[in-house]
T-cell receptor, first 114, second 116 residues
């Protein structure tokens, strides 16, 4: 069974700093990997989706990388802002069933201090 | 586009009662819907997958007789927590997928259930 781990569990940074969130998964046979943002008591907002054949995806100040061989993905946030404060979740999808089954990490709670 | 809504957003009920949560795709046809549960400080765990017009597939450890899922139309799925107990208190999130839009799952805002 796929296990997804995110480190660190919580992170506080001053505004303007660049930061990296880490995600690791045990089964490299993934279909894709997604990064989500979850605000307190709210649902999930998809940030980036990396297909298994891709190595990275970029959207604005966000850049996500994928290294299947090592079972790792990173989310890079440039020039962090207080509005970036949220919990960031990564999720790996099972290869056998396409995107039917997403295995989520426990998240990294990010606080950007003004 | 690709908006998913849930109703209610939060519910408090007494132990032993049943609670129904609705998940709707507002601007697309959801051929598949997923139900997740998230306990405090834990990750989302998939409970079940439902395809329109067929029975839901439950994940190991999820009681199908306790968590009734109905996906009768392409825009609506319901999750009924029967005879709810305090340990069922959790954050329930649904997601929906339309094959025509690819493999992406679109998530609802979630429903917080508190069973007293």
């Amino acid at each position: 069974k796929q296990e997804v781990t995110q480190i660190p569990a919580a992170l506080s940074v001053p505004e303007g700093e660049n930061l990296v969130l880490n995600c690791s998964f045990t089964d490299s046979a993934i279909y894709n990997l997604q990064w989500f943002r979850q605000d307190p008591g709210k649902g999930l907002t998809s940030l980036l989706l990396i297909q298994s054949s891709q190595r990275e995806q970029t959207s604005g100040r966000l850049n996500a990388s994928l290294d299947k061989s090592s079972g790792r993905s990173t989310l890079y946030i440039a020039a962090s802002q207080p509005g970036d404060s949220a919990t960031y979740l990564c999720a790996a999808s099972a290869h056998q069933t396409g995107a039917n089954n997403l295995f989520f990490g426990t998240g990294t709670r990010l606080t950007v201090i003004p | 586009g690709a908006v998913v809504s849930q109703h209610p957003s939060w519910v408090i009920c007494k132990s032993g009662t049943s609670v129904k949560i609705e998940c709707r795709s507002l601007d697309f046809q959801a051929t598949t819907m997923f139900w997740y549960r998230q306990f405090p400080k834990q990750s989302l765990m998939l409970m079940a997958t439902s395809n329109e017009g067929s029975k839901a597939t439950y994940e190991q450890g999820v009681e199908k007789d306790k968590f009734l899922i109905n996906h009768a139309s392409l825009t609506l799925s319901t999750l009924t927590v029967t005879s709810a107990h305090p340990e069922d208190s959790s954050f329930y999130i649904c997601s929906a997928r339309d094959r025509g839009l690819g493999e992406t799952q679109y998530f609802g805002p979630g429903t917080r259930l508190l069973v007293l």
